[in-house]
């Protein structure tokens, strides 16, 4: 019986995790900006349509841009609580083709062959199923999916950013609810706090999530994500995914270029 809870509890973390992602398909769709479309920093006097406006047409530009996408990923999943503890890691190489292919690369795992099966596994099949074309139409950041509030705009390394709160117009578990961080410049995510749009199971109290995006030459792409699920029964998984290595080819470029979230010394 304890070991149903244990399954029950991680097979949680899985179903949270799913909408990560889910929207990848546009944030990793990063392509070099056009200067002469770039809003000035001083654009703080944007409305939150003119925001959206900007995202939506810079999204569509980049997902049209990229042609080739590799990198490395380590997923490392923690769980502490009843009736026991686990904790597993696996290293995946990702690779991505447009339009919609995705493979990955198992490079090597360890830890709780629980956590291997029911989390990391199941979070690679659901990524593949996103990235279809039926579904990630209804992930996509924009109108159709989500509603829009300008909170604030704040300073950032790359000048300035806006600060919109969003709220899915469906519930599913592929959306989320929160507020995202977008550069000022060339209009691009570069932070989500948010939760799950629709509870995953009976068995998680709340589901927190949180994710990062840097500048790869001219390309925003994941740094890092977290998923953090508190379970009715007392206990916490906390899901992480490190993103290095980076190669990606630009569609109006001949040869790859490349770049690594990783170079930096971790």
Do not use: C
């Not at 973390?13 to 479309?37: C, D, F, N, Y």
């Not at 997923?75 to 919609?100: C, H, N, S």
């Not at 206990?235 to 990606?248: F, N, Q």
């Amino acid at each position: 019986m304890a070991e149903g809870t244990i399954r029950r509890a991680i097979a949680v973390v899985a179903l949270g995790a799913m909408l990560i992602p889910a929207k990848w398909a546009g944030a990793e769709s990063g392509a070099p900006s056009s200067p002469a479309a770039s809003a000035p920093l001083s654009g703080a006097s944007l409305s939150v349509d003119q925001v959206v406006d900007n995202l939506v047409l810079r999204n569509q530009a980049r997902a049209q841009a990229l042609l080739h996408l590799e990198a490395t990923r380590v997923y490392r999943l923690v769980y502490r609580g009843f009736p026991g503890d686990r904790e597993a890691e696996m290293t995946v190489k990702a690779i991505y083709d447009r339009p919609a292919t995705k493979r990955f690369e198992v490079v090597s795992q360890s830890g709780s062959k629980l956590v291997l099966d029911r989390v990391f596994k199941k979070l690679l099949d659901s990524e593949k199923e996103a990235a279809e074309p039926a579904i990630s139409a209804q992930t996509q950041l924009n109108r159709d999916n989500y509603e829009f509030e300008l909170v604030s705009y704040e300073p950032s390394k790359t000048g300035g950013q806006y600060v919109l709160r969003v709220s899915p117009r469906l519930k599913s578990k592929y959306v989320y609810r929160g507020q995202v961080w977008v550069d000022g410049t060339d209009f691009a995510v570069t932070r989500i706090e948010g939760e799950p749009a629709q509870n995953p199971s009976f068995w998680t109290k709340k589901s927190e999530i949180h994710h990062e995006y840097e500048k790869v030459q001219d390309f925003w792409l994941p740094m890092r994500n977290e998923s953090v699920s508190y379970i009715r029964l007392g206990g916490r998984a906390t899901l992480t995914i490190e993103y290095k290595d980076y190669r990606v080819t630009d569609g109006r470029a001949e040869g790859p270029a490349a770049g690594s979230a990783g170079d930096r010394q971790r």
